[in-house]
Each structure stands twice: as C-alpha cells, then as structure tokens.
C-alpha cells in the first residue's frame, strides 16, 4: 500500500508559480513511476507530467516548458513546479504512483491517488 499527500496548493495570479508536492508512505517512491493529473470543474480528469524511476519524464503538450516534475528519493517526495501559470491551469491536482502495466498517462492505469490539492489561477 502506498499513501499520497499532496500540498502546495492556493490561489495563484495569472503569470505566477507554485509548487505542489506529494509525500509518499507505505512504500519508497524510488521504485514507482509517478504521475501528477488534474481535474478541472465539468471536465475530464487529464495528465499532466509524469516521471520514470529512471528519471526520464513526460508532459502534456499544455504545460509543456510551464511545468517541471521532479523526485527526491530521500524524502520519497514527488513536486511539480508550475510556472507563467494561466486561469485554465485551475483544477485539483492530484499525485499518482504504481501504473503497473498501464499507460503511464493514463489515469485509470495509476493503482494509488492522493486526495488532491486545489489550484486556482486568477486573472
């Protein structure tokens, strides 16, 4: 079993940055790939980045050059850096981890959630 805590989230002007972070327990994160998604009101949950146990990550094309994923190891944690952040960009952003055999964007594949934290861009 592996627990996810998110947090960093809040209300962010439009052009601004934050950072989210997912502390992971049960399990050491130095062995599951790990994902960030986001959903936003009456949409579709969607990716958002994710990065190998190598360390090789994948964005989707909306935050690309805006979003950086990264891992500590030591302290099992997960962080997505969002930058030149737009109103779209506000959702519930929630941290993922174990795909198993899935796609590794694909949220159904993803075995463990956190419960997610709020992101509010204004204008």
């Known amino acids: 079993q592996v627990q996810l805590v998110e947090s960093g989230g809040g209300l962010v002007q439009a052009g601004g940055s934050t950072r989210l972070s997912c502390v992971a327990s049960?399990?050491?994160?130095?062995?599951?790939?790990m994902a960030w998604f986001r959903q936003a009101p009456g949409k579709e949950r969607e990716f958002v980045a994710m990065?190998?146990?190598?360390?090789?990550?994948y964005y989707a094309d909306s935050v690309k050059g805006r979003f950086t994923i990264s891992r500590d190891n030591a302290k099992n944690t997960v962080y997505l850096q969002m930058n030149s952040l737009k109103p779209d960009d506000t959702a519930v952003y929630y941290c993922?981890?174990?795909?198993?055999?899935?796609?590794?964007?694909?949220?159904?594949?993803?075995?463990?959630w956190g419960q997610g934290t709020q992101v509010t861009v204004s204008s």
């Open positions: 993922a981890a174990d795909p198993g055999k899935g796609g590794l964007t694909q949220g159904r594949s993803y075995n463990y």
């Open positions: 049960g399990r050491t994160i130095s062995s599951e790939h």
């Open positions: 990065i190998r146990i190598t360390g090789i990550t």
